[in-house]
C-alpha cells in the first residue's frame, strides 16, 4: 500500500509507571514503608518475590482533589508496586524548600472515575 501511514487502535495502551511526590517529614515515616514494600518484593539478595506483586486487585488508589479539597476523581490501579526511589537532592540554592521524596510506581492497569 502507499500513501500516508495511519495508525489505528487495536488495544489500550497507557505509560505503565507514575512519579510521585511525597514531603518528606522528620520522622521518614514515608520513606521507611516504601522501602518495606520494596523489600517484600525484592530481597536483600536480589530474589525477585513475584507473590508479593499484587496481580490482580487494585491497591493503590489516587484522588483527584480541587481547589476546596473535594475529591473529583479517582484512578484505581491495578497491581501497583514502589519501582523505585528517586534519590534527594540537597544543595545549598533548595535552603528554603522543604525535603520531598519521588517514587516511582509501576502497574498493570487503571481505571479512572468521576466522583
Known amino acids: 500500500m502507499y500513501g500516508t501511514i495511519r495508525?489505528?487502535?487495536?488495544r489500550r495502551l497507557y505509560n505503565?509507571?507514575?512519579v510521585m511526590t511525597f514531603p518528606l517529614e522528620n520522622s521518614q515515616e514515608t520513606r521507611?514503608?516504601?522501602e518495606e514494600w520494596m523489600d517484600s518484593i525484592i530481597?536483600?539478595?536480589?530474589?525477585?518475590?513475584p507473590a508479593n506483586i499484587p496481580a490482580g486487585d487494585y491497591n493503590m488508589f489516587i484522588?483527584?482533589?480541587d481547589q476546596n479539597d473535594n475529591p473529583t476523581g479517582q484512578y484505581s490501579l491495578k497491581g501497583a508496586y514502589p519501582f523505585?526511589?528517586?534519590?534527594?537532592?540537597?544543595?545549598?540554592?533548595?535552603?528554603?524548600?522543604y525535603a520531598k521524596i519521588q517514587?516511582?510506581?509501576?502497574?498493570?492497569?487503571?481505571?479512572?472515575?468521576?466522583?
Open 43 to 49: 530481597t536483600y539478595t536480589e530474589d525477585i518475590v
Open 16 to 18: 505503565d509507571q507514575i
Open 32 to 34: 521507611a514503608n516504601v
Open 63 to 65: 484522588l483527584m482533589l
Open 103 to 115: 517514587i516511582t510506581y509501576n502497574y498493570r492497569n487503571y481505571k479512572f472515575e468521576l466522583i
Open 84 to 97: 523505585s526511589i528517586i534519590p534527594a537532592n540537597y544543595g545549598y540554592g533548595m535552603l528554603n524548600e
Open 7 to 10: 495508525q489505528y487502535p487495536y
